[in-house]
């Protein structure tokens, strides 16, 4: 590849494409690399130091039982982890499908229609749900329940003040509202486990035209009447206890429902997040998408076949067990002469005990974690793991003379009446789980032929390369995921003391040190659990910076047209003022527009946000000026790293002139995407001292206003949290997350990470090289070089034969790939990333099979294929579709079906072109287009 470029060696290469201003010019100070083996066994000894306690501690976590079948069909299956977000919806059916179960899931449970599969955890969603209810109310005031779980309390905090929305306590029993109450936050049951009946506060907040927002566990829903039953307009939570273990703070998949308020169906429309929607492919058979503006995605329940209801069944059985248990820890501890807070409970008790320090000691001696509270109480939360032997250690720290046995256990056990909710008001009894698809799959084997046929509608990382620019779609390597069975790193509770993680706080000291050294930063935050989190807590940081130093009225961010769309949506939830710069005609940063802005804006300038290289797939040689200039205004410099899998090893945005950025974990990182999450975005910071160019910046300017945490506090943080644990996603059984990136880095050491980037920089440079001559290239640098990405042009084609770049897009599958990023960040154009993952045989075949659309292209241009029916327009074809008996377009089947030969083992897309009136525009994210902030 490199005779193929002209160049002698990998270094040669990249010292041309890098400019010399930035180059780091030494190696970075790292550990030695060590083998997959090592890397194993020193991780094993790491995750020893863990300490795994029985934990009763609640607040939104419990332990669960993730049974073997999923382990080993879904968890520990690369198939099923490895996918892209399910954007080409023709080859991600089967994500799409059991995204859209846990949607349905989520709808019946809560009792609210509207559903969505996006959100990060709990206490983000309940954030979400405060800034949804503001704009569709248009009101600035919401009113908390301070029985919320702390995090959430924290969340609302943080996320609210700048998008000026004020919070106030609410009293449930006499809550003082008045017209600019936007909603009600209350938790169900709330964190001291209690149930409470809110039906004359829900009537009363619908009289004053507030919403209500019950934050609920879905667990408890099975028992409890649904906040649909009760006039809930919004419920939100938490899906952890669905089978995700603790692993100390996620990744939790997060959710919102919401109900028709209102005859426009305003919550519906405005509901942030990804929402699966059913729609209907060329055939006019049934296929899935994600739906943006249209909210139509819920399946019609009177097509359901069957009300057979075994998983109701089994959330029953759960949850009376579940209370069975906790009843019988009731007449204990009563015994024992403690005494109960509350009256109506779900699994969880506040205890006021008679002796705190002998309850904490016994604790402690027996390994078990409860809540204190600050009044001197006790919380003790139960889940489906509580078992005889759990019971009998749980009374033994109450009661130092019992001695329970396990015969005792269970025949009181069977004494506890069931059900205890019964028909209590509290009681639910309205139907949920009623779809067809929850009462089907009755025995393993037709459980894993389910799992097996979803995995197999969708193309992922074990099909083919998915060359998604920006997206760095690289290999995540076995050994990386091997520690996903450990105990040690998934059955820690997040806000477990911290002595009992020593384990994870090593991993996690590692990393910051590393990631400083590969960045140039001075600090960095673990917290973020996605890039676009990360962006905000960086501007957070900026932005409370500013505030602090006096300087409150530097808002503006200047950001420019080629930004990704998550970068102005980040700034506008920052409370800042979006600016946009233009681009030149190469794609670079328009220099003098950026220079003219920061000076018109020199009193209000707060940052920039940059992309570097730049979204363009390129390094552009003014970046250290961008920088110098917008600290000259007195701003700030924000670079987006997603792109840093161009410049490990061998530039750093520390160096060059950027104070804070974050890092895509689930990119340049090895996590893997899990078809469109979870990830991790930690943003490192700059201590100013070491920039000349503005003097008057105190020492470690943004480090105190990284992201903090109210239950487990962090060194000198003193910014609210933007995710709900402290560490954010630490690990799972999902994906032991930030074990992943340890181990990558651990074994690549600091050779291997340069050589990964010159790789990622050759392989990019090899493909456009190829492609030249049948493609434009649209940006290159100076030297005719692009970075790690590149963008080929499909624009021409629309005016020469009417092929648009979906219809390119959409014939790749028919060739057993995934389309490159489409139209962003231009238009009509595909974003090739090949990654340093790949070689060269798989990317010649992507090659080949851009080479073989264009020459099929060439065919329509020269009218040897018709204009409106031709193998693009047409594509994807369907297995079924090209062996049917009534094959009746103007080309062969070969041509439709298997255009290469190795297309007789391809991934056959499962439905033809989906019909989708919208979103070809705007398919990287769902927020909307930078101009529409201006
Ligand atoms: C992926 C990406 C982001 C957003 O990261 P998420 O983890 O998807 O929120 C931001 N900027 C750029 C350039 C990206 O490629």
Same mark, same amino acid.
């Given at each position: 590849?490199?005779?193929?470029?002209?160049?002698?060696?990998?270094?040669?290469?990249?010292?041309?494409?890098?400019?010399?201003?930035?180059?780091?010019?030494?190696?970075?100070?790292?550990?030695?690399?060590?083998?997959?083996?090592?890397?194993?066994?020193?991780?094993?000894?790491?995750?020893?130091?863990?300490?795994?306690? /029985?934990?009763?501690?609640?607040?939104?976590?419990?332990?669960?039982?993730?049974?073997?079948?999923?382990?080993?069909?879904?968890?520990?299956?690369?198939?099923?982890?490895?996918?892209?977000?399910?954007?080409?919806?023709?080859?991600?059916?089967?994500?799409?499908?059991?995204?859209?179960?846990?949607?349905?899931?989520?709808?019946?449970?809560?009792?609210?229609?509207?559903?969505?599969?996006?959100?990060?955890?709990?206490?983000?969603?309940?954030?979400?749900?405060?800034?949804?209810?503001?704009?569709?109310?248009?009101? &600035?005031?919401?009113?908390?329940?301070?029985?919320?779980?702390?995090?959430?309390?924290?969340?609302?905090?943080?996320?609210?003040?700048?998008?000026?929305?004020?919070?106030?306590?609410?009293?449930?029993?006499?809550?003082?509202?008045?017209?600019?109450?936007?909603?009600?936050?209350?938790?169900?049951?709330?964190?001291?486990?209690?149930?409470?009946?809110?039906?004359?506060?829900?009537?009363?907040?619908?009289?004053?035209?507030?919403?209500?927002?019950?934050?609920?566990?879905?667990?408890?829903?099975?028992?409890?009447?649904?906040?649909?039953?009760?006039?809930?307009?919004?419920?939100?939570?938490?899906?952890? /206890?669905?089978?995700?273990?603790?692993?100390?703070?996620?990744?939790?998949?997060?959710?919102?429902?919401?109900?028709?308020?209102?005859?426009?169906?305003?919550?519906? +429309?405005?509901?942030?997040?990804?929402?699966?929607?059913?729609?209907?492919?060329?055939?006019?058979?049934?296929?899935?998408?994600?739906?943006?503006?249209?909210?139509?995605?819920?399946?019609?329940?009177?097509?359901?076949?069957?009300?057979?209801?075994?998983?109701?069944?089994?959330?029953?059985?759960?949850?009376?067990?579940?209370?069975?248990?906790?009843?019988?820890?009731?007449?204990?501890?009563?015994?024992?002469?403690?005494?109960?807070?509350?009256?109506?409970?779900?699994?969880?008790?506040?205890?006021?005990?008679?002796?705190?320090?002998?309850?904490?000691?016994?604790?402690?001696?027996?390994?078990?974690?409860?809540?204190?509270?600050?009044?001197?109480?006790?919380?003790?939360?139960?889940?489906?793991?509580?078992?005889?032997?759990?019971?009998?250690?749980?009374?033994?720290?109450?009661?130092?003379? &019992?001695?329970?046995?396990?015969?005792?256990?269970?025949?009181?056990?069977?004494?506890?009446?069931?059900?205890?909710?019964?028909?209590?008001?509290?009681?639910?009894? &309205?139907?949920?789980?009623?779809?067809?698809?929850?009462?089907?799959?009755?025995?393993?084997?037709?459980?894993?032929?389910?799992?097996?046929?979803?995995?197999?509608?969708?193309?992922?990382?074990?099909?083919?390369?998915?060359?998604?620019?920006?997206?760095?779609?690289?290999?995540?390597?076995?050994?990386?995921?091997?520690?996903?069975?450990?105990?040690?790193?998934?059955?820690?509770?997040?806000?477990?003391?911290?002595?009992?993680?020593?384990?994870?706080?090593?991993?996690?000291?590692?990393?910051?040190?590393?990631?400083?050294?590969?960045?140039?930063?001075?600090?960095?935050?673990?917290?973020?659990?996605?890039?676009?989190?990360?962006?905000?807590?960086?501007?957070?940081?900026?932005?409370?910076?500013?505030?602090?130093?006096?300087?409150?009225?530097?808002?503006?961010?200047?950001?420019?047209?080629?930004?990704?769309?998550?970068?102005?949506? &980040?700034?506008?939830?920052?409370?800042? +003022?979006?600016?946009?710069?233009?681009?030149?005609h190469h794609g670079n940063i328009n220099y003098k527009d950026l220079a003219a802005k920061a000076e018109k804006y020199s009193n209000e300038l707060a940052a920039v946000m940059v992309t570097y290289p730049s979204t363009h797939g390129v390094f552009e040689s003014s970046i250290k000026d961008v920088c110098d200039k917008v600290h000259e205004f007195g701003g700030q410099v924000y670079l987006d790293g997603a792109n840093m899998n161009a410049q490990v090893g061998l530039c750093r945005p520390g160096d060059y002139g950027s104070d804070v950025s974050h890092l895509n974990l689930h990119k340049t990182f090895c996590i893997p995407h899990g078809g469109g999450g979870p990830g991790v975005g930690p943003i490192g910071v700059k201590f100013f001292e070491k920039n000349k160019v503005v003097q008057n910046f105190r020492k470690k300017h943004l480090s105190p206003f990284l992201p903090g945490h109210s239950i487990i506090p962090i060194d000198g943080r003193n910014t609210g949290a933007v995710s709900a644990a402290p560490w954010g996603s630490a690990s799972n059984f999902i994906l032991s997350l930030l074990p992943i990136t340890w181990a990558y880095i651990r074994m690549m050491g600091h050779g291997g990470l340069k050589k990964a980037s010159q790789m990622a920089i050759l392989n990019a440079n090899y493909m456009a090289r190829r492609l030249e001559g049948a493609y434009r290239i649209v940006y290159k640098d100076e030297q005719g070089l692009v970075a790690h990405e590149f963008i080929i042009d499909c624009k021409p084609f629309k005016r020469s034969t009417g092929v648009e770049v979906v219809d390119i897009a959409k014939r790749l599958m028919d060739y057993g790939f995934h389309s490159p990023t489409m139209s962003w960040p231009v238009n009509d154009c595909l974003m090739i990333e090949p990654t340093e993952?790949?070689?060269?045989?798989?990317?010649?075949?992507?090659?080949?099979?851009?080479?073989?659309?264009?020459?099929?292209?060439?065919?329509?241009?020269?009218?040897?294929?018709?204009?409106?029916?031709?193998?693009?327009?047409?594509?994807?074809?369907?297995?079924?579709?090209?062996?049917?008996?009534?094959?009746?377009?103007?080309?062969?089947?070969?041509?439709?079906?298997?255009?290469?030969?190795?297309?007789?083992?391809?991934?056959?897309?499962?439905?033809?072109?989906?019909?989708?009136?919208?979103?070809?525009?705007?398919?990287?994210?769902?927020?909307?287009?930078?101009?529409?902030?201006?």
């Open positions: 590849m490199l005779d193929f470029l002209g160049f002698k060696n990998l270094d040669e290469l990249t010292n041309t494409n890098v400019p010399s201003q930035i180059r780091l010019e030494r190696e970075m100070d790292l550990p030695q690399p060590i083998d997959e083996y090592r890397m194993l066994k020193e991780l094993k000894q790491i995750a020893g130091k863990n300490k795994v306690y /029985r934990s009763y501690i609640g607040m939104g976590y419990y332990d669960t039982i993730v049974p073997a079948v999923i382990i080993r069909n879904i968890t520990q299956n690369i198939g099923w982890i490895s996918q892209y977000t399910p954007y080409q919806a023709e080859i991600s059916q089967g994500r799409l499908e059991s995204l859209l179960n846990f949607q349905t899931m989520v709808a019946e449970l809560t009792g609210l229609p509207t559903t969505n599969a996006s959100l990060l955890d709990e206490s983000t969603a309940v954030a979400e749900a405060v800034a949804l209810a503001s704009r569709a109310t248009k009101r &600035s005031k919401v009113m908390v329940d301070p029985f919320l779980h702390p995090q959430n309390l924290d969340l609302i905090k943080t996320r609210s003040a700048p998008l000026g929305i004020s919070t106030v306590d609410l009293c449930i029993e006499n809550p003082q509202l008045d017209k600019d109450v936007a909603a009600v936050v209350i938790q169900y049951p709330d964190t001291e486990g209690r149930v409470q009946n809110l039906e004359e506060i829900i009537t009363k907040v619908h009289e004053n035209k507030s919403l209500v927002v019950l934050v609920c566990d879905l667990m408890s829903l099975a028992l409890l009447r649904s906040p649909g039953d009760l006039g809930a307009d919004i419920a939100v939570g938490s899906a952890q /206890r669905f089978g995700v273990p603790l692993g100390y703070g996620g990744p939790h998949a997060g959710f919102m429902a919401v109900g028709k308020n209102d005859s426009k169906n305003t919550l519906s +429309r405005m509901m942030p997040g990804r929402i699966i929607g059913v729609s209907k492919d060329a055939n006019g058979e049934r296929a899935l998408r994600l739906a943006l503006q249209t909210r139509e995605q819920h399946i019609r329940r009177d097509k359901a076949t069957s009300n057979i209801c075994t998983a109701q069944v089994i959330f029953f059985a759960i949850c009376n067990i579940l209370l069975k248990r906790r009843q019988f820890i009731v007449l204990e501890l009563k015994l024992a002469g403690h005494t109960i807070l509350h009256k109506d409970y779900f699994d969880t008790l506040k205890v006021q005990v008679t002796d705190i320090n002998t309850v904490k000691k016994r604790a402690e001696q027996k390994q078990i974690n409860l809540r204190y509270f600050a009044d001197g109480s006790v919380g003790v939360s139960l889940d489906e793991t509580t078992k005889a032997e759990d019971l009998i250690n749980l009374v033994s720290v109450f009661n130092e003379t &019992s001695d329970l046995n396990e015969d005792q256990v269970m025949e009181a056990l069977a004494e506890i009446p069931s059900p205890l909710i019964g028909n209590s008001i509290h009681a639910r009894t &309205s139907k949920f789980l009623q779809h067809p698809v929850f009462n089907s799959y009755h025995s393993e084997a037709q459980l894993v032929r389910y799992i097996k046929r979803l995995e197999n509608k969708d193309v992922s990382l074990v099909h083919s390369m998915i060359p998604l620019g920006s997206c760095t779609m690289k290999l995540n390597a076995s050994a990386e995921l091997i520690p996903i069975t450990w105990d040690s790193f998934n059955g820690i509770h997040p806000f477990a003391p911290v002595k009992q993680a020593s384990g994870y706080q090593k991993i996690f000291k590692d990393l910051e040190k590393w990631l400083c050294e590969i960045t140039g930063y001075d600090n960095f935050s673990l917290q973020p659990n996605s890039g676009a989190n990360g962006e905000y807590a960086g501007l957070l940081a900026i932005r409370n910076y500013l505030i602090h130093s006096g300087q409150p009225q530097r808002n503006v961010c200047l950001i420019p047209t080629s930004a990704h769309g998550t970068n102005p949506a &980040s700034a506008q939830m920052a409370n800042m +003022r979006v600016v946009v710069v233009d681009s030149d993952s790949e070689d060269k045989a798989e990317m010649d075949r992507l090659v080949d099979a851009l080479l073989s659309i264009r020459e099929e292209i060439a065919m329509v241009e020269r009218g040897e294929l018709d204009r409106q029916i031709n193998p693009l327009k047409m594509a994807p074809h369907t297995l079924s579709k090209v062996a049917s008996d009534s094959w009746n377009l103007p080309y062969s089947r070969e041509l439709a079906g298997f255009p290469k030969h190795w297309c007789h083992h391809k991934t056959w897309p499962t439905v033809g072109r989906i019909d989708d009136q919208f979103g070809d525009r705007n398919l990287v994210c769902t927020c909307p287009p930078i101009e529409s902030y201006q």
